[in-house]
């Protein structure tokens, strides 16, 4: 920006830490076109000052000195498409965590000032966006949480075309008479009323419903998706502006439950078999004297399922009480290893416990025997004595756990990269890497469901279940695909009243990425944000780093390899502009440039001065929040560290580093979020690639006999507030041990 | 696979004890809050969780050869603090009625008493009709002239001749079922130490209640239940000097108002009456906290309560009452006090012994 302004805040203790005499001085120095400061900026009169000065003097850049940019943003919002903003950080990062007056502290104030203006200054203006949104919802799959997407999307306005494979909507739940109880007093199973819901869809004059069909393709980009239905009589074609796959999940293949006495007696069946049996008129004579259930099989075991389906245990005491109900005489048990029956649901537990007399009781079982004459015998270790128990049955009914009827869509696309390898033929070694991979993902074949063309496959990346939600607890229905949410029991386990409101939920998220797209903003979690990335694609060499690393997908690539750029599938985070070599990749108000200068911004003592400088990278996500939590707490922490706030760590191009250590820079320490199966990078695989760059920049380091301990990477959660000065003063002392950097004055 | 163990969560026992007054354990969800709250059980092996789970499955053999069954003394704080309403208190209550029934000697005994609820008329009719026919047969049922004397009705003779064919009884019985239980509980545990060292703490312990006094739901019923215990002991001490006062010291009966024997038999029927009067008003009272009452329970405190007011009665009704009335109270107090001592090995009453022995056992399976 050209027209910059500086306000600076001195209020909230700034002014009493640091002296603001010469602080219009620096700023004019530093290419400023205005400057004021006031006591307390956010109040009205601040708000003002700030308003005058954009109109009488035409200022396009805003710099403002104060607090954390997460604090105020209300007050110091601006029409991002006219005026650049950009925050210093006096209060959290100056005077509520350095000693006032010292001159550490004024060096630090004036560097961070510095480095706003020289950020603000590279700082471009976002265009407008011009693109046509569709505003129809499109909904694959019709069980109970895709019906009520459809419902819900439709109630809110928009156009739906609802997706099923089969020739009846309504999905696994027509298999199912009566469901757990979600009314009070809770005590007994509720009626099933997918009808009503079914024939309210169906009546829907905005809902389209393409049954017996199947998605052939989906192309392009949320707010502007191509989509090919192939039905029963051939094509149809339309747009979409954002898609819900609620293609809901299967049971557990019970023929892997042998030893469970699966397929080797006719009197042992899964709980879904159960469903069938007594939708269609109950248990068959001679009844059995006593039916064993048995919960978590196949569940919670290394073997098969690892996880719990969460809806068995319910699902177990729904069938108890339904068989009381029609044959009185049968003697029900049960085995579990946890009774699972959350919230409301114990008033249920403790009503079939009473109400049927049935025993429950816990341990693991080990083994279902067949006796003679029908007589089942199931042995339990690990009871709650520790005792091993057996206990003789005439049936046994095994709750088996749910599979998503999901797509892994990177393994799919590993197998279609590796046939093309394979018919390439270039090298013998090569063909034989490829076939591996091909015989290690051949069972994906002909899974595919959306039939994405995308890149990085045909369908959504799984998590290690194969549930293709991103994020398994802050972003409920959020997906690694921008404007497709998954719904229901593909996106984790659930029983029948979750998935309703499942539905519902993915169906406000995609009518929110709809609204969003209209308005030409980014969705979550850089919701808001105008600006696109730009590609230099000149200088590209097709390196395809962008392509494979951006965790959304949002890149395809054209023959030769070159990035094609879908602004609307494109969260912002960054990470391509980190991943990119020949740093071609910007954003207008994040570039390799304006980090850049913000490192030259920074003054670099000389080394007989004896005041090192290093620089944290810090993540927007979980770290600058933490730190702000620290500061708020008034603690302290070295102040020759100076803090430089990054979209995701994955957004750090390793230039930086070089950079900062060129100028004299003593050490680079990057915070950022979790990263493993449970990560907390709010970009799935930020911290991850950070990681891989910054081992590979230590390698470099060692190979220039620069010691690799003035590059670290470290990770923490939004709560370990106390660990940030923790970390910075442990760095800056690592770094003091170290030495200064030897370029230091070059 | 001989090493399982083989649980029948339908067997008979456990529809005895739901007849019993069992029927909620079906709610336990064993989360072990009532091993938490209570304060007699033992670290060890503390109740009363593991006897939920085995009445859940039916384990019959545990529960009777089970001294933890007995170490509960029904405080009820179990039941106060049971998430589930799953009243531990009123299931080992019940499991311990079956446990006494079938530990009995002769089983049939048991069983009789055992289901008070229908054989009560049985078991109180026939002391009576005994009673009856044997004055009719000794001295053709007169009823004797004013001023009463006792003995013109029924001969002192009599009395000994049945009541310490009674005792006989008693202990042969009772000792019967004491040595099974003994054996049975001793199975697992080795013991330790002498039986008559480890007796004697127990006593004291009984005497005063100790274990009685740590429970918080029950705090109301450790002096009803006291007075009574003190109230019997007072009578039978009475009973004894009676005999003193008759053959060595050769007094006549009735004893004057201020003799020291006779103030003591006073100081027994005031304990009875005191104590008998508390435990009924516990077992009346709304919030239960003797837990809920079965036929089996309310027989024994019937009969208690009979001995006590027909025998404070009697007493009364010497100088106060019509002969022919205070001699029928009289029949009716025998005829209790019969009911009470033969049913002694097979009613509540037998907790004297079993809840003795198996606090003995406990001192001598301590490890010190």
Redo the contacts between chains.
Sequence with gaps: MDKVGLFLCTGCEIGAAINTENIEELAKERGAKFFANHPCLCSEEGINLIHNAVENDGLNGLCIAACSHREKTEEFRVNPLKISMERVCLREQVAWTHKPNDEDTQMLAEDLLKMGLARIAKNELPAASQETIDRTVLVVGAGLAGLQAARAAAGMGHPVVLVEKQAKLGGYLNRVKTLVPEKPPYDSPHPNNLADIVAEVEDHKTIKIFKGSKIKSIQGQPGQFDVVVQTASGEENFKAGAVIQATGAKPYDADKLSHLGYGKSPRVITSHELEDLMSQGGLKTPLPGRVVFIQCAGSRDEKHLRYCSGECCATTLKQVATLHASHPQVECAVMYRDFRAPGQLEHFYASVQEKTGCMFTRGEVESVETLDGDKLRIQMQNSLLGEQVSLEADMVVLATGMVPVSADGEAIRELQDARVRINKNESATQVEEAKKIEAKNIHHEGTEILNLHYRQGPDMPVLSYSFPDSHYICFPYETRRTGIYAAGTLRAPMDAAQASEDGWGAAMKAVQCIEANTHGMAVHPRAGDTSIASFFLQRCTQCKRCTEECPFGTLNEDKKGTPEYFPLRCRRCGICLGACPERIISFPEYSVDSVASMIKAIEVPEEDEEKPRMIALLCENDAIPALDQAAGRRMQWNPWIRIIPVRCLGAVNTVWIADSLSRGIDGVILIGCKSGDDYQCHYIRGSELAKTRMTNVQETLDRLTLESERVQVHELSHNEFHRIPELLDAFAETIEQVGPNPYKGF | ?A?????V??SEWRKKLHDRGGA?V??C??CATCCSVCKLAPEEQPFPR?QM?WS??GLSDRMASDPGLWLCHQCNDCTTHCP?DARPGDILQAARSLAVERLAVPGFLGKLVGNAKSTWPILLGIPFLFWVAALYAVNGLTIPESPLVYDRLVPHWLIYAVFFSVTGFILITAGAGAIKFWNQIGRDKPRQGSFIGSLIPVLMDIAFHGRFGKCDTAKSRKWGHFALLWGFVLAAVASAFIIVAMYILMEELPLPFWHPFKIIGNVAAVFLVVGGFMVLQNRLRQDKPAGNATAYDNFFLSVVLMVVITGVLTEVGRYLMHPELASWIYILHLTSVLSLFVTFPFSKFAHLIYRTLAMVHERMTIKS
Excluded at chain 2, 3 to 7: D, R, V
Aim: without cysteine; glycine residues 0%.
């Design positions: 696979m090493s399982h163990l083989e649980i969560p339908s909620p079906t709610r969800f064993q593991r789970l859940q499955w589930r």
